[in-house]
């Protein structure tokens, strides 16, 4: 069961073993793009390449919903970046249970955006946790649970790929320890649980009142959805880079060129940026067709 981009390296892992999938669960078809034509899934593409059945209900909450799948009869579940909710009968239904991959080391980042809350905070650290599944919001015991370093500067799109990679190497073994009864289940423990809100465009301008070292983390986090950005003017800035600078000033004006901004505390130097409509430049190809002088505020 999975939806999105993320899933997809886990599912085509679980191909490979060899294990009939008797079925892939995914959301349905959504409008999407200028023509807002219906849209398969990442999952859903995924799984027709590998010639798998592939099932799109709305919802797993009604009786026949759940009545199709009760009668596939499953050994085990594993579900990663799903999106529907699993009521009791779903998660007691399979031999071995129900598993989530989960894109945190649990308990920390429960939620629907651990990889950018993560980022957004500074955390050292991310990894893969697959726990069974629960009626609760992420928690279940967990089995496995594998570290992974966030680079510097490291984006959230960077972190997403490395982890759905990292999550589909762990699955072999997972499996196969799981059918062998050679993994133990670890409870979480509540009090150190943090909530992965799901991401809000509203959250993307840049808040240049803030310390800039929150504002660079904030970036990355939201690289690449739903995109940091500002006004110059009347003009949209998408700021697709920037590090940590030394300046002191009116927060959100431009103390240094090639773009320098002063912050709440610290300076942002914006490093590439995009006007609406146009290709991302570094700030030095900006200035020359777009110039913004010291003193210019963003805002």
């Known amino acids: 069961m999975g939806t999105s981009a993320f899933a997809v390296p886990a599912l085509r892992s679980l191909a490979a073993l060899g294990h009939e999938l008797v079925a892939v669960y995914t959301q349905p078809p959504r409008p999407a793009g200028r023509g807002h034509q219906p ?29 199709a799948f009760l009668a596939l009869r499953p050994d085990l579940v594993i579900v990663a970046s799903y999106g529907l909710l699993l009521r009791r009968p779903v998660l007691e239904a399979p ?3 129900c598993f989530n991959i989960h894109a945190s080391l649990l308990p920390r ?6 990889i950018q809350r993560a980022i957004e905070a500074g955390d050292a650290v991310s990894g893969i946790t697959l726990f069974r599944m629960e009626e609760g919001l992420d928690t279940g015991p967990m089995l496995v649970r594998r570290e992974l370093e966030i680079g510097a500067g490291e984006t959230a799109g960077e972190l997403h790929d490395r982890l759905a990679a990292l999550a589909a190497d762990m699955l072999p073994g997972f499996v196969a ?7 133990a289940e670890e409870p979480q423990d509540d009090s150190l649980a943090c909530y992965a809100r799901k991401l809000d465009k509203a959250e993307a301008r840049l808040d240049f009142t803030q310390p800039a070292p929150v504002l660079e983390r904030r970036i990355r986090a939201f690289d690449p959805w739903p995109g940091s950005w500002c006004l110059a003017g009347k003009e949209r800035l998408a700021i697709l880079e920037a590090r940590p600078a030394e300046g002191e000033g009116e927060p959100g004006t431009i103390i240094e060129l090639p773009l320098t901004v002063a912050c709440g505390e610290g300076a942002l130097e914006l490093v590439r940026v995009r006007r609406e409509g146009r290709k991302p ?14 003193g210019t505020r963003l805002t």
Do not use: M, Y
Request: proline content about 10%; charged content about 20%; cysteine-free.
């Open 281 to 294: 430049v570094t700030t030095p190809e900006l200035q020359r067709g777009f110039p913004l002088p010291v």
């Open 95 to 97: 031999g071995l249970g």
């Open 39 to 67: 849209r398969l899934t990442p999952v859903h593409e995924a799984a027709i390449a590998l010639g798998l059945d592939v099932r799109t209900p709305a919802s797993l909450k009604g009786d026949e919903a759940q009545a």
């Open 177 to 183: 320890d799981l059918a062998a009864g050679r993994l």
């Open 109 to 114: 980042w429960r939620g629907a955006a651990p």
